[in-house]
């Protein structure tokens, strides 16, 4: 007697009593909802590149590339105002010379391509390093977690380049641990990391932690070896073209952190600080119903919530360490991982290309402008002799320096040009602070082009007499008075 057909309650198709039922739900769980939500993923790193540059701090990062293509030496570089005096180590010369160079071939559509170009970079990573611990759909929802949490972070600034390589440096630690070897890739990777960015040491630490952890966890295989990798990596940065000088360039930030917001304590309120908490507390909560938990993960996960909690400039750190972590304790409930087969690395693979090429057929009628300004500014500032010395504010530093270098700025967001005194005058002045009148008074400015609502301004026309030579709603430039003697100094 032949088989009758009868009709699946998933598909609707008919099947045999011999062939088992496949159900289409869990096909498009472990397959087109991962690929949806990595391609949603990519699509909104396109959108956020393919818009004109508008953070003024890849300006000065553009200005700097300029003049280490020209002028500047790497070992001794010098300063584009003469309110910047500190002897100061470039961190990140090397994406600052490749940006200036894309401008010189492209405009500023070749720099909007290379941020888009950081960030599909970034998703594609952190989905790749979370699929060799996880599966897809797994991969796929700590991504979009990941992403959510460096939000703040996620502008044309090579920071995004240490997100990237720390979430391949926890995949590289964690695939030592499993195949009992060291990671010795560490080693190069934190000589072009420490040209590229200043959160190099965060890879070191990260190495001597999961080095101690493995230990602890009595792993001894390659142990000497596993130490020696953040050893021989700290070692590596010193050989790079700015040699040691490199390594005093890091204390020189943390005892800077006071002058720039980005490291001030996270505010958990936020959604990227939110998204960041779901992570750690999914995690946790699935190592904490763990018989044993290996010290290797205790100690990951608490280095993670140590950078989680300490500025808002590490919150994105904390987010590209949990990529990993989090991708490994959410797939343990669900057992054995599938490996990803060759259509979905081919899907993969093409969703990016396809990303970088929508990207470059959109920058250039989307990204090749500068921000918008008032009409005035760019014929009135660009007619000013060079070196004119101009009083202006951190917010418009970085493309002021850029866009108009015949001027001689007295602030920028490139904090590390400054000295500490310099610092202090910059924060003091635009706040009012006392002693104001006579730091302004030595600056020896003749023009000050600030905010229209900034107290500095209203100070400087109502007090000290300067007169307003142009305005918009955004932006004021203001003149000295001829007879600087008259002014009250009260």
């Given at each position: ?219 001894r295989a390659a142990w000497r070896q ?13 050989l790079t073209p700015v040699g040691p ?246």
């Open positions: 007697m032949s088989a009758t057909l009868a009709p699946d309650p998933d598909t609707d198709v008919a099947t045999t009593p011999d062939r088992p039922r496949r159900s289409v739900v869990p096909v498009l769980t472990r397959s087109v909802l991962p690929f949806l939500l990595l391609l949603g993923c990519l699509l909104a790193a396109v959108r956020l590149a393919a818009i004109p540059l508008t953070n003024f701090d890849t300006y000065f990062h553009l200005r700097f590339g300029h003049e280490f293509l020209t002028d500047w030496s790497l070992r001794h570089p010098g300063s584009v105002t003469t309110y910047a005096t500190a002897d100061w180590v470039p961190t990140q010369w090397l994406p600052e010379v490749v940006m200036a160079r894309a401008e010189d071939w492209f405009g500023l559509a070749g720099v909007a391509w290379l941020s888009g170009l950081q960030l599909c970079t970034l998703v594609i990573v952190f989905y790749l390093v979370a699929r060799r611990q996880a599966s897809a759909i797994i991969a796929a929802t700590v991504t979009v977690f990941a992403l959510i949490a460096s939000l703040p972070g996620l502008t044309m600034r090579p920071q995004v380049i240490s997100y990237i390589l720390i979430a391949v440096t926890m995949a590289l630690w964690l695939r030592a641990r499993r195949d009992g070897t060291a990671p010795w890739l560490m080693v190069p990777m934190t000589w072009v990391w420490a040209m590229s960015h200043g959160m190099w040491p965060v890879g070191i630490v990260i190495g001597a932690v999961a080095a101690v952890g493995l230990l602890l966890d009595h792993d596993r130490l020696l990798v953040p050893l021989l990596s700290l070692v590596a940065a010193g000088a490199l390594y005093s360039a890091v204390l020189l930030v943390s005892s800077r952190a006071q002058y720039f917001s980005e490291w001030d304590p996270p505010r958990f309120t936020t959604p990227s600080c939110l998204a960041l908490l779901v992570l750690l507390a999914l995690t946790v909560t699935v190592l904490l119903r763990r018989d044993r938990t290996p010290w290797f993960d205790v100690l990951m996960l608490l280095l993670a919530a140590g950078f989680a909690v300490y500025s808002n400039r590490t919150v994105p750190v904390s987010a590209a360490m949990m990529v990993p972590l989090a991708a490994l304790a959410l797939q343990v409930p669900s057992g054995p991982r599938t490996a990803p087969g060759r259509v979905e690395r081919t899907a993969v693979a093409l969703a990016y290309a396809l990303a970088l090429v929508v990207l470059a057929i959109a920058v250039p009628r989307t990204s090749d402008a500068p921000p918008v300004q008032p009409a005035w500014m760019d014929q009135t500032l660009s007619a000013l002799p060079a070196g004119t010395p101009v009083l202006d504010e951190w917010v418009w530093g970085g493309y002021l320096m850029w866009r108009y270098p015949n001027l001689d700025l007295t602030s920028h967001g490139y904090g590390d040009t400054f000295t500490t005194a310099e610092l202090d005058r910059n924060t003091d002045v635009p706040r009012l602070e006392k002693g104001w009148i006579p730091a302004v008074s030595k600056m020896g400015v003749d023009y000050a082009l600030l905010r229209t609502d900034s107290p500095l301004a209203y100070a400087l026309r109502t007090t000290q007499g300067w007169t307003v030579l142009h305005r918009s709603k955004a932006l004021v430039l203001l003149h000295r008075p001829t007879d600087a003697a008259d002014a009250p100094v009260g």
